[in-house]
């Protein structure tokens, strides 16, 4: 067999293991009123993930009143910005590494914040301007980069 084609036979299986371990996740929007604090009434379920470039995630319910919408100083350059209104189901590939900060546009005030780390939170870590989520945003993005943190010790290792 030709080397070219040997190798053009290499990438191809290359590229479909990547594609193949490609996992999909699922974000749902919730009101739970038997929340035992406030910021648990509205929330992104789960509100943190680790996942890794060409993931995706599906957002579920955005429909009535809730959006999943990037939020200005925690999202990465280059990377497409989200903004999901009024869909029940819409599925987001995530492909450039960073961190990623979500907020619901109507819920935000009460705390309905979500981070997702793609790959590595070392592309805007020093970077995230946490100025546009109130003190109430910073005490929840305080807690989720503290799971992030956690979560890159124990990557490293
Ligand atoms: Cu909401």
Partial sequence: MPLKSILTGLALTLA???SANAETFEIDQLI????????GVYRFAPDYLWIEPGDSIKFLNSTGNHTVTA???MWPDGAERVDIEHQPLAEVTFETPGIYGFKCKVHGRHG???LIVVGSPDANVDRLEMTNVGALGQRI???LLEK???DAES???
Avoid at 32 to 39: H, K, S
């Fill in 141 to 143: 993005f305080g807690g």
């Fill in 32 to 39: 739970d009123l038997n929340a035992l604090t406030p910021e």
């Fill in 155 to 157: 990557r490293s290792q």
């Fill in 148 to 150: 992030m943190n956690t």
């Fill in 112 to 114: 309905m914040y979500a």
């Fill in 71 to 73: 939020i200005d100083g």
């Fill in 16 to 18: 479909t293991a990547v």
